[in-house]
């Protein structure tokens, strides 16, 4: 597993001194850490949440004031704006466009961050970038031609601004987000479709309100999307319900196609 500060440059090097039987993994997307490695600690410091069995409570999120040891209360003038500075805040890292330059470094393993993410960001990330990378060895041309497919998929999910970190050399202020620490949000998972009752309903377990009547997309793991209309639904005994506003509860539900286990339900909201 490379440094997230490593350069295409230096990983070609590493490359080209070591055996092809030993793999290469790199960060290819996600949170960029402070700094951006070895800060795992600060999780399980502050929080009791240990980042490196994937508890990490993002610290480099927070709020923070830079303090003299010796001036207890004097506060170091960061202030950008009524809501403070965000000085460890970094813009997310994303290499969806540069897949042949990551190939062609010698990187055998593409790492994709999510921790604190939803079940929707894992399933879109993965799969977009799975379709991105089969669709260069297939032909560099048809990867080319569905950039602008994969940079809207990607931003189904929670995310923030991007960048390419230190694939490209140093970054600059343009890789930091100075007044705010929230992510873009335009879609809402809702659930995952696990298994089919005796009345030919599906079940999943309830994420996020949607009620009967409204729009939703089943996200495919094959890379199809369908958009459905909610039909019915019923709750674990099989009394019809409207809405379903109960977090983790047990329901079946008609929406009109034919759906399997790993079907992923969302719900656009831009």
């Given at each position: 597993?490379?440094?997230?500060?490593?350069?295409?440059?230096?990983?070609?090097?590493?490359?080209?001194?070591?055996?092809?039987?030993?793999?290469?993994?790199?960060?290819?997307?996600?949170?960029?850490?402070?700094?951006?490695?070895?800060?795992?600690?600060?999780?399980?410091?502050?929080?009791?949440?240990?980042?490196?069995?994937?508890?990490?409570?993002?610290?480099?999120?927070?709020?923070?004031?830079?303090?003299?040891?010796?001036?207890?209360?004097e506060y170091?003038?960061?202030?950008?704006?009524?809501?403070?500075?965000?000085?460890?805040?970094?813009?997310?890292?994303?290499?969806?466009?540069?897949?042949?330059?990551?190939?062609?470094?010698?990187?055998?393993?593409?790492?994709?961050?999510?921790?604190?993410?939803?079940?929707?960001?894992?399933?879109?990330?993965?799969?977009?970038?799975?379709?991105?990378?089969?669709?260069?060895?297939?032909?560099?041309?048809?990867?080319?031609?569905?950039?602008?497919?994969?940079?809207?998929?990607?931003?189904?999910?929670?995310?923030?601004?991007?960048?390419?970190?230190?694939?490209?050399?140093?970054?600059d202020e343009?890789?930091?987000?100075?007044?705010?620490?929230?992510?873009?949000?335009?879609?809402?998972?809702?659930?995952?479709?696990?298994?089919?009752?005796?009345?030919?309903?599906y079940s999943?377990?309830?994420?996020?309100?949607?009620?009967?009547?409204?729009?939703?997309?089943?996200?495919?793991?094959?890379?199809?999307?369908?958009?459905?209309?909610?039909?019915?639904?019923?709750?674990?005994?099989?009394?019809?319900?409207?809405?379903?506003?109960?977090?983790?509860?047990?329901?079946?539900?008609?929406?009109?196609?034919?759906?399997?286990?790993?079907?992923?339900?969302?719900?656009?909201?831009?």
């Amino acid at each position: 597993m490379t440094a997230r500060e490593l350069s295409l440059e230096e990983i070609r090097e590493i490359r080209s001194h070591i055996p092809q039987s030993l793999e290469i993994e790199t960060f290819v997307h996600g949170a960029m850490c402070i700094s951006y490695s070895g800060r795992c600690l600060l999780s399980s410091f502050l929080a009791g949440r240990d980042a490196n069995q994937g508890a990490c409570t993002h610290p480099c999120r927070w709020r923070y004031a830079l303090m003299e040891e010796t001036r207890p209360g004097e506060y170091y003038p960061v202030m950008e704006n009524e809501r403070g500075t965000f000085i460890l805040n970094s813009k997310d890292l994303c290499m969806i466009e540069h897949i042949p330059d990551l190939v062609q470094a010698g990187i055998d393993s593409f790492k994709i961050e999510g921790r604190m993410k939803t079940a929707l960001y894992v399933a879109d990330v993965t799969r977009t970038y799975r379709q991105a990378i089969d669709d260069y060895f297939e032909s560099p041309a048809l990867y080319e031609s569905r950039l602008d497919d994969y940079r809207r998929e990607i931003s189904k999910g929670t995310y923030r601004a991007y960048t390419t970190g230190f694939f490209y050399g140093k970054p600059d202020e343009n890789a930091q987000i100075y007044d705010h620490n929230t992510y873009i949000k335009t879609y809402t998972y809702l659930g995952l479709i696990d298994g089919k009752n005796e009345q030919g309903l599906y079940s999943f377990e309830q994420r996020n309100k949607f009620s009967v009547g409204d729009e939703i997309e089943v996200m495919k793991p094959d890379g199809r999307d369908l958009k459905v209309t909610v039909r019915a639904m019923t709750d674990a005994d099989g009394n019809p319900v409207e809405s379903c506003p109960h977090p983790k509860q047990r329901l079946y539900v008609d929406l009109g196609a034919k759906l399997a286990p790993g079907d992923l339900l969302r719900r656009c909201d831009a």
